[in-house]
Nanobody, 115 residues
Framework: QVHLVESGGGLVQAGGSLRLSCTSS????????MGWYRQAPGKQREMVAR???????NYVDSVKGRFTISRDNAKNTLWLQMNSLKPEDTAVYYC?????????WGKGTLVTVSS
């Protein structure tokens, strides 16, 4: 089955950058969409960024212009480049793979942005 493992989280100051990675145990070539979601304490999980197999992307408004999602099918890896981080970006970030209606999730990686 598909197992997703995130890495790259940590503590950064506001204005800093982090790059998150998500590595899949299985090929992602045929996975139609992959994305990053996040959940802050007391809040619902929200979609941050999503990318289809065709390269189309979409982002939640709050991260547009700051975050960039990408995928490397050959390496079975999903990336999230996060720039100009803000304290409100603090959350656990989860990798998601939407394999034609079947969803897989990683365990998450914590991103903490200090003011």
């Amino acid at each position: 089955q598909v197992h997703l493992v995130e890495s790259g989280g940590g503590l950064v100051q506001a204005g800093g950058s982090l790059r998150l990675s998500c590595t899949s145990s299985a090929s992602i070539f045929a996975i139609n969409a992959m994305g990053w979601y996040r959940q802050a304490p007391g809040k619902q999980r929200e979609m941050v960024a999503r990318i289809t197999s065709g390269g189309s992307t979409n982002y939640v408004d709050s991260v547009k212009g700051r975050f960039t999602i990408s995928r490397d099918n050959a390496k079975n890896t999903l990336w999230l480049q996060m720039n100009s981080l803000k304290p409100e970006d603090t959350a656990v970030y989860y990798c998601n793979a939407d394999s034609w209606g079947v969803n897989y999730w990683g365990k998450g990686t914590l991103v903490t942005v200090s003011s």
